[in-house]
């Protein structure tokens, strides 16, 4: 009898899960919220923030379009888009993309920096298993964004696309105009030489990543 009711239960919760998505949908088509009224919503939750935290929360003119077509640009302002979110991405003087991929790693693990609890000197980190799996031996992982296991190997160490990945990571908004990738580098969220790291995270031959 137990088991019967737990199976049920099970049915219901997986006819809910087919569904849920449905009538999300269904609701965006029906009425879409009044971005200004999203934007004193916003306003309200930061309450007495100090005047650089409220500064953090305005969308620049790329967020703000991809906020008015809820991500779904048409193709004309995704080229605008793309085109300025590049113009922003600076390459290392000396060419080098390559970092060091054992501290690439800890960044990538490293979910601190800019919480209202971080004082200045706690170095930001990507916080980059939050959205995808990297290292096999990291178990927790976010799934948002796709698998990075084997990235540099699957690509035949290729330097070309090392330099795409350093783009992606300096501006992901400079390869897809509505990304939900952090702008690490654009928004000076990640340094030059942490980017570097990372990308060498990514395509080390060494690094657990290509194991
Ligand atoms: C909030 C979620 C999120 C975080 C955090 C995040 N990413 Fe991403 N990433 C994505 C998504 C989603 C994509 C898929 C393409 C897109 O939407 O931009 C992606 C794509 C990528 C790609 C390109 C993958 C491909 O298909 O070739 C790379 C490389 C990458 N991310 C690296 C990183 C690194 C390194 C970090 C940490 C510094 C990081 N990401 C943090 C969400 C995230």
Partial sequence: MKSTMKLSALILFAGLAVSLPHA????????????SLVDKYLHATFGKAPPDWQERIKPDETLATCNLYRNEVPAAEADKIV??????????????????????????????????SDDDKTENGGNCYA????????????????????????????????????????????????????????????????IKDLVAFLFDPESPINK
Wanted: charged content about 25%; aromatic content about 8%; proline content about 5%.
């Fill in 24 to 35: 999300a949908a269904a609701q965006t088509a029906a009425k879409a919220a009044d971005p």
């Fill in 83 to 116: 085109k300025r979110e590049l113009a922003k991405v600076v390459y290392p003087a000396d060419g080098k993309l390559l970092g060091d991929w054992k501290e690439g790693g800890k960044i990538a693990n490293n979910g601190r920096g800019g919480q209202f």
């Fill in 131 to 194: 959205c995808h799996q990297m290292e096999k031996a990291e178990v927790s992982y976010g799934t948002l964004g796709p698998s990075l296991t084997a990235y540099g190997k699957d690509r035949k160490f290729d330097p070309a696309e090392a330099k795409n990945a350093f783009t992606k990571i300096y501006n992901s908004q400079a390869v897809l105009a509505c990304s939900n990738m952090p702008r690490f580098g654009a928004n000076k969220v990640l340094s030059e030489k942490q």
